[in-house]
């Protein structure tokens, strides 16, 4: 399946979580890894960018307290350590050791 292929079908996963159910924050947490796999793959930036807002829109579903909010700092940071190793951006770096300083 190629990376078009791929997003599509994550994307519909995304479509297809009701209201109120307990599961978009996983149907985005696969579509951001999509989007950061295709990012390794081809280096758009803006592959990269979309991978963060998805896992940030997936931790806003995730409070303090819920068992997969470590994985999704995680994911995160390193979207974010991925973005600072293209940019140097200082903020980038600073807000993924702060995502993985809550990890702790």
Do not use: W
């Not at 963060?52 to 997936?58: E, N, S, T, V």
């Not at 409070?63 to 390193?78: E, N, T, Y």
């Amino acid at each position: 399946m190629d990376s078009a292929d791929d997003v599509s079908q994550k994307r519909g996963e995304l479509d297809r979580c009701p209201p109120g159910h307990n599961g978009p924050d996983v149907a985005l947490c696969r579509l951001a890894a999509t989007f950061h796999r295709k990012f390794e793959n081809n280096g758009a930036i803006d592959d990269l960018n979309e991978a963060i807002a998805l896992y940030r829109a997936a931790l806003e579903l995730r409070p303090v307290g819920h068992p997969d909010r470590a994985s999704s700092l995680h994911d995160i940071a390193q979207c974010l350590a991925s973005r600072f190793r293209h940019n140097s951006a200082m903020s980038d770096l600073d807000e993924a050791i702060s995502a993985e300083r809550e990890v702790l």
